[in-house]
Structure formats: structure tokens, C-alpha cells
T-cell receptor, first 114, second 113 residues
Framework: GAGVSQSPSNKVTEKGKDVELRCDPI?????LYWYRQRLGQGLEFLIYFQGNSAPDKSGLPSDRFSAERTGESVSTLTIQRTQQEDSAVYLCASSLKPMNTEAFFGQGTRLTVV | GENVEQHPSTLSVQEGDSAVIKCTYS??????FPWYKQELGKRPQLIID?????GEKKDQRIAVTLNKTAKHFSLHITETQPEDSAVYFC????????????FGKGTTLSVSS
């Protein structure tokens, strides 16, 4: 596609339910990032994928969070047993190479846990 | 790991004035420093970036300077316009295998006419 695509754009879920967020990166981009942005806050790094290398999971806030990526394409971020503090915009970004190149962001998924 | 500090958190200027946002980083191996602009309700977009082999880069009204010794870099916007109002984020890469971009907490710039 022309840009990074995320779905759904909005998700409202009940506390305790699991949610799955999807990211389609720009074709050919080997690097993929997930960030969390709480209302009025900065971009909190969650996880980074680079090709077939082991992902950098150092930003995941708890074991309720996990992410997968199939090769160099789609990635899914899963949050289990959602809590109210998980409410945020989840942004995905991709870049052509792992370092020194522009990261293009998707429009984000706004997650609201009620 | 990499830690990026950004100041100020908010900045208000009059149209036509200059604005300066400063960031420091902790990982001396970092070599890529982008700046992103995020307008309300929109995704962050790259406005300028600098690599560690360069001390300064300019693009029209926007410039970025890098001091590797002090581990800080700054964004300079001259002749500010109301449409420059947004949140600006600096970032630095962690120069390791499987590197990631680590962002500062952002600066909300307000340009009044």
C-alpha cells in the first residue's frame, strides 16, 4: 500500500478482554515498530522487529503484551486481560532499513478500555 | 538503554519569532537523530533528521544542530508561523543490533499571530 495501515482505527473493549491490533507496513520495509501514546503524552517504545532477527521486546510493559510479525509483512500486537491503563493510541511505524532512515507512522489505533 | 530528554515541554512564541527545542541522549553510540511533528489528532511525521557525521543541517526555516561530545541536539525554527503549532518530538536510535528509535516526551509549540 501507499502507507502504513493500521486496523481497527478505534477499539472499545471491556476490562479483562483480549484485543488484537494489526499493522500493515509499507511494502519492502524491513523494520517495524510499535509505540504507545497516552493522551497528551509522548511516544513510548514497545517492540521492534527487523527482518528475521529476534525482536527487541524491551519496551513491553508487562507479560500481557505480545506481538508477532510474519516475515517482513503484517504485525499484530495483542493485549491480554486489558486494563484501563492500557487505554491509549497504539502507533505502528515502518522503515526501509533498521538504522538511519525515516520511520513512517500509521494513523494509529485508539484503544479505550471501559 | 537509550534515554532521550527533551526541553521545554511547552513553548509559546509570537509569529515571526524563533523557537528552539533541545534534546539530550545517553547512548554515545547513537548515530541517527530525527525530529517529528505531530499535529492534533494526526500521526507523527518526519520534518528533519541528522546523522552523527554532520554537525548541522538546514531545510528552509528549520535547522538541526548536533553536539556529539555533549550528547545533545537541537531543533531551530525561524520565522515561526501559526501552522508551525504542533507537538514536536526528538528521537535517537539505539545503535545496537535490533536498534529502535527512542523518543523524547515532546514539546508543544504554540505560535500566536
Amino acid at each position: 500500500g501507499a502507507g502504513v495501515s493500521q486496523s481497527p482505527s478505534n477499539k472499545v473493549t471491556e476490562k479483562g478482554k483480549d484485543v488484537e491490533l494489526r499493522c500493515d507496513p509499507i511494502s519492502g520495509h524491513t523494520a517495524l515498530y510499535w509505540y504507545r501514546q497516552r493522551l497528551g503524552q509522548g511516544l513510548e517504545f514497545l517492540i521492534y522487529f527487523q527482518g528475521n532477527s529476534a525482536p527487541d521486546k524491551s519496551g513491553l510493559p508487562s507479560d500481557r503484551f505480545s506481538a508477532e510479525r510474519t516475515g517482513e509483512s503484517v504485525s499484530t500486537l495483542t493485549i491480554q486481560r486489558t486494563q484501563q491503563e492500557d487505554s491509549a493510541v497504539y502507533l505502528c511505524a515502518s522503515s526501509l532499513k533498521p538504522m538511519n532512515t525515516e520511520a513512517f507512522f500509521g494513523q494509529g489505533t485508539r484503544l479505550t478500555v471501559v | 538503554g537509550e534515554n532521550v530528554e527533551q526541553h521545554p515541554s511547552t513553548l509559546s512564541v509570537q509569529e515571526g519569532d524563533s523557537a528552539v527545542i533541545k534534546c539530550t541522549y545517553s547512548d554515545s553510540a547513537s548515530n541517527y537523530f530525527p525530529w517529528y511533528k505531530q499535529e492534533l489528532g494526526k500521526r507523527p511525521q518526519l520534518i528533519i533528521d541528522i546523522r552523527s557525521n554532520v554537525g548541522e543541517k538546514k531545510d528552509q526555516r528549520i535547522a538541526v544542530t548536533l553536539n556529539k561530545t555533549a550528547k545533545h541536539f537541537s531543533l531551530h525554527i525561524t520565522e515561526t508561523q501559526p501552522e508551525d503549532s504542533a507537538v514536536y518530538f526528538c528521537a535517537a536510535n539505539r545503535n545496537q543490533a535490533g536498534t529502535a528509535l527512542i523518543f523524547g516526551k515532546g514539546t508543544t509549540l504554540s505560535v500566536s499571530s
